[in-house]
């Protein structure tokens, strides 16, 4: 007998609620490529990202399991973020779409002016 109290989600909604949304494909993307990244290197980076925004998105990855936050006592503070293996076990597929997107964006408007990924 199941339980009536257990939530029922398909597979694929699980997935792309842990990872959809506008910046935490290209934030779990550039720590891979960086390695382990601070904050303020992850703000330069991701263009029109806002302070909030970043803070928000990565304390979702965090809880997610997807991305180590470590705090270093000192002054001023310092804070990195590194990759989990579980994280890892989803460079592939970002790559995949990655080189989807790049053949795409070569088709498309020249108006549209991508922006680096790496």
Do not use: N
């Amino acid at each position: 007998m199941k339980d009536s109290k257990r939530e029922s989600i398909c597979s694929v909604d699980y997935g792309f609620q842990r990872i959809g949304g506008k910046y935490k494909c290209r934030l779990i993307w550039y720590i891979h490529t960086h390695g382990i990244v601070r904050y303020g290197v992850l703000r330069r980076m991701v263009k029109g990202i806002t302070p909030k925004m970043l803070t928000q998105t990565l304390r979702e990855l965090e809880e997610d399991k997807l991305v180590i936050r470590t705090v270093y006592h000192e002054v001023p503070p310092k804070v990195e973020y590194s990759l989990t293996p579980i994280a890892e076990e989803l460079i592939p597929f970002i790559q995949h779409v990655k080189e989807w997107a790049d053949r795409r964006l070569e088709e498309l408007d020249k108006d549209i002016e991508p922006i680096s990924c790496d």
